[in-house]
């Protein structure tokens, strides 16, 4: 992770489409503050993160410790969903139960919801934001793009895209 230009980047180590982590830190995905809504605010939430459990780390620690990360999410996850179970419930499609919402499904609505914005970003910039392959020789000429990146990560912290605040800068010290 790194904070730069108004934003935090942070670079995946293995996607579905850069298996070897090569593009890592040439394409990071792009959070963005929300001051206008500290509620749904990504780095606000990371904060309180830090402040409760992380203080500083070197630049080669986890930000989030131990060896199993997706049983823990998953295990916070259910206990969530289970306190919360009416709420959950309504949400659901036909047929579905509790236990099919998954990680796979947040990623996943993310960008259906970025798909369903009017003037929202190009279908390309999502399904790379996603970290999805396009397939074929589009993966060769259908590349991450920065500029559409940030646009996916404005929409998705929520910023209110018809609204000078959608370009609101934060800086280190906010």
């Known amino acids: 992770m790194k904070f730069d230009e108004g934003c935090l980047n942070i670079m995946f180590a293995q996607q579905k489409n850069d298996q070897n982590g090569q593009t890592a830190t040439l394409n990071p995905r792009q959070v963005y503050a929300n001051p206008t809504n500290p509620a749904v605010c990504p780095l606000f939430a990371l904060s309180l993160y830090m402040a409760t459990f992380g203080g500083r780390c070197a630049s080669n620690d986890r930000l ?32 579905e139960t509790i236990s099919d919402i998954g990680s796979h499904g947040i990623r996943k609505g993310a960008t ?63």
């Open 64 to 95: 989030f410790p131990g060896i199993s990360q997706y049983k823990r999410f998953m295990d916070g996850l259910g206990a969530i969903l289970k306190e919360h179970e009416a709420e959950a419930k309504l949400t659901l499609l036909v047929n």
């Open 112 to 174: 259906k919801w970025l798909s369903g914005q009017p003037g929202g970003p190009s279908a390309i910039s999502i399904c790379i934001r996603g970290g999805w392959s396009l397939g074929g020789v589009k993966d060769v000429y259908m590349t991450y793009n920065a500029e559409g990146d940030a646009f996916c990560g404005r929409m998705l912290s929520l910023l209110p895209l018809l609204s000078p605040d959608f370009c609101i800068k934060c800086t280190k010290d906010s």
